[in-house]
């Protein structure tokens, strides 16, 4: 936590040198401006008090100049000079001080705003038996893929839900409504006679296995991130427990959850009104206990069916204690209520960008997202175990690199869920946007090995991206962002800078998976800190092709070779980066 206030001041020094700089302009004389040498004179003393002793000295013979007869411009000089001026601004005379109410800021750490994240089920780790059979994994075996997952250059490990899965309703293999025998069950129905949100399933391994899973993940400049939803199968604890923390209907059942059409009977949504006090207290320890076992970062399903009250205690107490651990909104929810979610404490928010596809949508987005920079983080996933985009069912291996080069450039942070590096791309029926076999009821244990072997991967692009951000500050921003224009609809161009290095990447990229476009792009050279006329040579990290460019330059993109550039640009003058800052 740091504090802050706004102080303000009468600058009595200031106020006289702009009145007898008027009166010299003006042509007054000695005569005229004897009063105001000598006010200036006693300023400029009451000033030098208030300097160490080592650097009183100009202000002095500025005083004594101030006195002595003669042409009150001769003897104004010092005072008026940039050397008085300088060291007035380091320490001022100040009158008529009034203090402003101190107001408290949260500084979070670097990863709050740059990082990448990949999301994997541990059950899924297990490979298969040797009847080809999926084998439930464990944190043992999912450990064993984190190696894979650092050198793709991943920040953040997320879990799902690790927590014993309800047997009652359990939901069956592709949301079947009954289970069969053997059906693992949705990590979102959490709680059974094995435990709660505080529990291990059993299948996963011990909570010592976890503390090793999250020491892995750390030697290896990766941490863990873990779900939590606040939500229960009927029978969790809780729900024996606590039937006062659900919705009762009149015939004494518990309201489970409902979306209209779909029902979810493995779930019972909570209820925050009947004993606040109570629930808040149980929620706080729940987190309490795996902050204790390394966690350092949630991500929070559903928030905005919670009340904002129960998020700003929750946020502010566990900060208070722990104020390196983040929150991650996933609210799919009007601009509004995100925004609201975000100022209440949550660090990152999840987005719309898995829907934002055309050039007009993603210019818009990229606006909005830089507009409100100031309060909200947004973490840009490609895909997530419920939205598996049309553009990604239906335009193959290329819109995959596409839609992960938008993500990866656009924002500071981004996300990956497992299986899209595979080109992962079957729904489970045409119009929707759930994964056939979805891994939420099943296990889905994968062979990225082999895929990587045959060229069937997309992790070779994945590591680059994550390098080249890395390597520029530039993309580690959220509010620099600018867009140019780019003469084809298929195609999209932006660039970011760093405002502390200059550093500035321009990302042209298609939105065609499945053939090649071509433009001219018009570069905005203000907001690349250079003046019209100016060509520069740059280079293509994705490539290492390098170009002349000016302001108008023929574009080329084929997604069979590459599906876009990301320019190394020149770097952007510090003169011009307040410009540009204040151009937002």
């Known amino acids: 936590m740091w504090t802050f206030r706004v102080d303000g001041w009468g600058d009595p020094v200031h106020t006289?040198?702009?009145?007898?700089?008027?009166?010299?302009?003006?042509?007054?004389?000695?005569?005229?401006l004897s009063n105001d040498l000598l006010i200036g004179a006693a300023l400029l003393e009451r000033a030098a008090t208030g300097v160490p002793r080592a650097q009183r000295w100009p202000l002095m013979e500025a005083a004594a100049a101030l006195r002595n007869p003669g042409d009150p411009v001769t003897r104004s000089a010092l005072a008026l000079s940039p050397e008085i001026e300088d060291l007035l601004k380091t320490y001022p005379l100040r009158d008529l001080v009034t203090r402003g109410e101190?107001?408290?800021?949260?500084?979070?750490?670097?990863?709050?705003?740059?990082?990448?994240?990949?999301?994997?089920?541990?059950?899924?780790?297990?490979?298969?038996?040797?009847?080809?059979?999926?084998?439930?994994?464990?944190?043992?075996?999912a450990a064993a893929e984190l190696p894979r997952i650092a050198r793709m250059g991943f920040d953040v490990v997320y879990l799902p839900p690790i927590h014993p899965i309800g047997k009652v309703h359990r939901k069956g293999r592709n949301n079947n409504p009954t289970a069969a025998p053997g059906d693992v069950g949705s990590p979102w129905a959490i709680g059974s006679d094995e435990g709660g949100h505080d529990a291990i399933h059993p299948g996963l391994g011990t909570i010592d296995d976890f503390d090793d899973f999250v020491a892995a993940a750390r030697d290896l400049g990766m941490e863990v991130a873990l779900d939590l939803a606040l939500q229960c199968a009927p029978d969790h604890p809780w729900a024996r427990e606590h039937r006062n923390w659900f919705t009762q209907l009149p015939d004494g059942t518990?309201?489970?959850?409902?979306?209209?059409?779909?029902?979810?009977?493995?779930?019972?949504?909570?209820?925050?009104?009947?004993?606040?006090?109570?629930?808040?207290?149980?929620?706080?320890?729940?987190?309490?206990?795996?902050?204790?076992?390394?966690?350092?970062?949630f991500r929070v399903d559903n928030?905005?069916?919670?009340p904002p009250d129960f998020w700003s205690w929750l946020i502010g107490q566990v900060k208070t204690i722990h104020p390196d651990v983040l929150f991650l909104s996933e609210a799919f929810t009007p601009p509004a209520r995100q925004y609201g979610l975000a100022k209440l404490g949550f660090t990152q928010s999840y987005s719309y960008f898995t829907w934002r596809t055309s050039k007009w949508e993603l210019t818009e987005f990229g606006n909005e997202i830089a507009e409100f920079a100031d309060f909200r983080?947004?973490?840009?996933?490609?895909?997530?175990?419920?939205?598996?985009?049309?553009?990604?069912?239906?335009?193959?291996?290329?819109?995959?690199a596409i839609r992960a080069v938008l993500a990866a450039t656009m924002g500071p942070a981004w996300g990956v869920y497992s299986g899209y590096e595979l080109f992962e791309h079957r729904a489970v029926r045409e119009g929707s946007e759930e994964y056939l076999d979805s891994e939420k009821y099943e296990l889905r244990p994968r062979d990225f090995a082999g895929a990587l072997a045959e060229g069937r991967s997309l992790e070779p692009f994945i590591t680059q991206l994550n390098a080249i951000r890395r390597l520029h500050p530039a993309l580690q921003q959220l509010r620099t962002i600018r867009f140019h224009h780019v003469d084809n609809e298929a195609m999209l161009a932006y660039s970011k800078f760093d405002p502390a290095?200059?550093?500035?990447?321009?990302?042209?990229?298609?939105?065609?998976?499945l053939g090649p476009e071509e433009?001219?792009?018009?570069?905005?050279?203000?907001?690349?800190g250079m003046e019209p006329y100016e060509r520069f040579w740059v280079r293509d990290e994705i490539t290492g092709q390098e170009f002349?460019?000016?302001?108008a330059n023929y574009v080329r993109i084929d997604p069979a070779q590459a599906v876009a550039h990301v320019i190394n640009m020149p770097l952007i003058p510090e003169e011009s980066r307040v410009t540009l800052l204040r151009r937002r």
């Open 16 to 32: 006289w040198r702009h009145g007898l700089v008027a009166k010299l302009d003006a042509g007054q004389g000695e005569k005229e």
């Open 102 to 141: 101190q107001f408290g800021i949260w500084v979070d750490r670097p990863v709050a705003r740059f990082g990448a994240w990949y999301e994997m089920f541990p059950r899924s780790t297990g490979g298969w038996d040797d009847d080809g059979k999926p084998v439930h994994g464990t944190f043992a075996t």
């Open 254 to 297: 518990i309201a489970y959850a409902e979306n209209p059409p779909k029902k979810y009977q493995d779930i019972y949504p909570l209820n925050f009104d009947n004993d606040p006090a109570g629930l808040y207290d149980e929620v706080l320890r729940v987190v309490r206990h795996w902050i204790d076992h390394g966690v350092k970062f």
């Open 303 to 306: 928030p905005h069916t919670k």
């Open 377 to 400: 983080r947004p973490n840009l996933f490609v895909n997530t175990p419920d939205i598996l985009h049309a553009v990604l069912q239906h335009n193959g291996p290329g819109m995959f």
């Open 501 to 513: 290095t200059g550093d500035c990447v321009l990302v042209v990229v298609t939105l065609n998976a």
């Open 519 to 528: 433009a001219t792009l018009w570069l905005d050279m203000a907001a690349l």
């Open 548 to 551: 002349n460019w000016g302001q």
